[in-house]
């Protein structure tokens, strides 16, 4: 049978995350969330206190990173310690684009990633699967929305907050810009993409649309 792999790419908070998780359980996929990835190392230089690009490439070339799916959730672990849950925190988020552009950060990250997908069968969701982790993924899919509804869909996952809807939009499109205009593997629609646009369309009806477009490839 046909090994699965599918690239799904895209700016913050275009649904990548929910949707491939749905699209790995109905195909019986494992999925990689490769933002939680950056996310971690960005943890970890923040918690060790280092932010120049030389000490925390040679953070990473001795990290002892693991990742494991548990339930729904791809749980990160540095040293044995389960650390998914400081992941998502806003200092983690404004910082994590900076630490993401370094191409010793990136190198590593990739290895790991092309790992997780070489045994076939995975969904991975970042911003460069389809145009650098895996150029030759079977299904790719550049998933977008409007920056307010991208905003809009933030805003209403934070509870308890001071944050405003306009502070999170503002923070999303610098962390686009960011992700957009760097040197190294750019947030960019590769040109095998199938572009999807979900402003206007629930996590179900985006994730059907999608195994849609597997169907059409496996054939
Ligand atoms: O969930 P959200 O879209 O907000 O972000 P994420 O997928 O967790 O990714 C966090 C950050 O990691 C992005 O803004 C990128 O700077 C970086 N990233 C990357 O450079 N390459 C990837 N394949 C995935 C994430
Ligand atoms: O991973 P990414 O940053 O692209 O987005 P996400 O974390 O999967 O989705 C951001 C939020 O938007 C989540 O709360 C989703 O449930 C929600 N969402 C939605 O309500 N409708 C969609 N079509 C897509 C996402």
Redesign the pocket.
Known sequence: MRKKIIALD?P????????SKMVAKRLNCTYLDT?AMYRAITYEALKRNISEEKEIVQMVENLNMDICAKEDTMHVFIDGEDITQYLRTSEVSSNVSRVSAFQGVRNAMVKLQRKVAEKGNAVL?GRDIGTVVLPDADLKIF?T?SVHTRAL??Y??LKDTDTTLERIEEEIKRRDNLDMTRKISPLRKADDAILLD?SD???EE?ADKIISYWKKVSE
Do not use: M, W
């Open positions: 895209g913050a908070g275009a649904g990548k995350s929910s949707v933002g969701d998933l929305a869909r933030r209403k996952e979900n369309l629930t996590l985006t």
